[in-house]
């Protein structure tokens, strides 16, 4: 729920117009207007930021083999609170 108070005629005039271009409430304009301003508009996903960084330095799985050989495989020690 949120009530935006003192609003100007004039804007509240330009949204319920722009509202019935979009074939859409005012309500729903408000909505689709302040879900684009504090959405961004393409997400960065990091997996595929690093794969594109993988592919921009040419690695391969042959040079991820050495990270896999290197890899400490002993099984963390367990906390103790005493």
């Known amino acids: 729920m949120l009530t935006v108070r003192n609003l100007p005629d004039d804007?509240?005039?330009a949204l319920?117009?722009?509202a019935a271009l979009h074939g859409r409430s005012t309500e729903?304009?408000?909505r689709e207007?302040?879900?684009a301003a504090v959405k961004?508009?393409?997400r960065v996903r990091l997996g595929e930021a690093l794969?594109?960084?993988g592919r921009k330095v040419g690695l391969t799985n042959k040079d991820l083999d050495v990270?896999?050989?290197a890899r400490d495989r002993t099984p963390a020690e367990p906390l103790r609170f005493e």
């Open 16 to 18: 319920r117009v722009q």
């Open 28 to 30: 729903a304009e408000v």
């Open 51 to 53: 794969a594109a960084l």
């Open 33 to 35: 207007i302040l879900g």
């Open 11 to 13: 804007v509240h005039r």
């Open 67 to 69: 990270f896999q050989q």
């Open 40 to 42: 961004p508009g393409s």
